[in-house]
């Protein structure tokens, strides 16, 4: 599975929280070619913060796959870039790569990855994952304006205005 093909499968589960009025945020953790995990923010839905689209994959993919050797690393793909607490979730899980649609300013965690430096390489869970950004940007961005149009008024909106308002174009 390609990139591409797996941020499309991102943007798919973003655009079933988008119709359940959740933020559109979706994410798909992959092995080989096999969705192994996948979810959208449940913020609205379970009134809780820590319930964001690519921890929930993250975890149905730990659910799932266990401690059993895995034939091939696992690779996330999440519509808007990871924050923070997603990219510690996706280090101790042993994620290699990770896709994203759109930069999230104000909290994205690819420049923390960028610059991580491990205590010890043969420890996974201390080795941040690569992380590639701008893949099928302007379906996200669009994704964001689309909820926009019909969320009330919230701090959440204004948020998520900010990231449909966000250049056609990632800046280098």
Not at 35 to 40: L, Q, T
Not at 96 to 108: K, R, T
Request: proline share 8%.
């Amino acid at each position: 599975m390609t990139p591409h093909e797996m941020i499309g499968s991102a943007v798919e589960v973003a655009e079933e929280g988008l119709l359940r009025g959740e933020l559109p945020i979706g994410a798909v953790v992959v092995m080989g070619e096999d969705i192994v995990g996948r979810a959208f923010t449940q913020e609205k839905a379970q009134q809780r913060r820590l319930v964001h689209a690519d921890l929930l994959a993250m975890a149905q993919a730990d659910e799932s796959l266990g401690w059993r050797p895995r034939p091939q690393p696992l690779r996330l793909a999440v519509n808007l870039e990871p924050c923070l607490m997603c990219l510690g979730a996706a280090m101790t899980l042993g994620v290699a790569e990770v896709y994203f649609g759109l930069e999230s300013p104000a909290d994205g965690a690819a420049s923390v990855a960028a610059g991580w430096t491990p205590v010890s390489a043969d420890i996974p869970s201390y080795v941040a994952p690569l992380m590639v950004g701008g893949i099928r940007r302007s379906d996200v961005r669009n994704q964001f304006s689309r909820y926009c149009e019909t969320a009330p008024d919230s701090g959440l909106r204004r948020w998520a205005r900010t990231l449909a308002q966000l250049p056609a174009v990632a800046p280098s």
